[in-house]
């Protein structure tokens, strides 16, 4: 990662295009690539740089709303949740139409348990059509709305969250799952099939427990024998202590 060098070099002049917009321009910049730093250094896990480069950009401005949000993801990993929801709320406050907050608050939310609270989060961040990841708001909606126990809400936000991501493998998995659970075994199978299809041309994508019981489910209903065996011996070879695999053991035992 390029380390971004702030420094002013001070001539003795002033030239006439030294205009108060420049300068604002100027320092939104700066907040900016601070809160770049910053992120990136939380996603390494350094938190102490993280922490350094936000109060910097606070001390630009403290209103930020976009340093505001960063450093309540530095408070929630130091273990300090009270000061992340302030910091939160605070750039909410100081800038509602900043998505991102938004979606760091719903899942902090989300992760807190407070599913409902997350879900309006989620909602208002989901109506931003301008913003980049939106596909993955989606898809946070969707889980969302699953743990409220709303398999329909939760279907539209995974079917949004596809087509957003052109059929990213986890969105058409959720999706695929919601399908079977709601006995929409048609439309399951097609997302299913697109996910397999996926991971067959990608080396890098694996099956997961979860994407291996769906898939058994989906063949079961339609007695493809063969697939069923297929996948069910993958899950008992690939992940013998997995949930899912316990779930195929007592479904079979129970039709015995």
Do not use: W
Request: glycine share 6%; aromatic share 10%.
């Amino acid at each position: 990662m390029a380390l971004l060098l702030f420094g002013l070099m001070l001539s003795g002049c002033v030239t006439t295009t030294d205009s108060r917009f420049s300068r604002e321009a100027d320092r939104d910049k700066a907040v900016s690539n601070y809160v770049q730093l910053a992120t990136a250094y939380i996603g390494q896990g350094n938190l102490d740089r993280a922490r350094h480069h936000l109060e910097r950009a606070l001390e630009i401005s403290p209103d930020s709303a976009e340093a505001q949000a960063a450093m309540g993801l530095v408070y929630n990993a130091e273990g300090d949740p009270g000061l992340a929801e302030q910091s939160f709320k605070r750039a909410i406050s100081e800038d509602d139409r900043y998505t991102r907050a938004r979606v760091y608050y719903g899942a902090f939310l989300y992760s807190n348990s407070r599913y409902s609270e997350a879900r309006d989060q989620f909602s208002v961040a989901s109506r931003d059509t301008g913003y980049r990841e939106r596909g993955a708001v989606f898809y946070n909606l969707g889980m969302t709305e699953e743990r409220l126990g709303d398999r329909e809400a939760a279907e539209a936000a995974y079917r949004r969250a596809v087509e957003l991501t052109r059929g990213e493998a986890r969105t058409l998995l959720s999706l695929s799952r919601v399908l079977v659970e709601m006995e929409d075994y048609p439309a399951a199978s097609r997302y299913y099939s697109r996910l397999q299809t996926m991971i067959q041309r990608n080396t890098r994508l694996t099956h997961s427990p979860e994407s291996l019981f769906t898939g058994i489910r989906i063949a079961r209903h339609y007695k493809d024998r063969d697939q069923e065996v297929s996948l069910a011996l993958l899950l008992r070879n690939e992940y013998p202590d997995s949930a899912e695999y316990q779930q195929y053991k007592v479904l079979i035992a129970n039709e015995r």
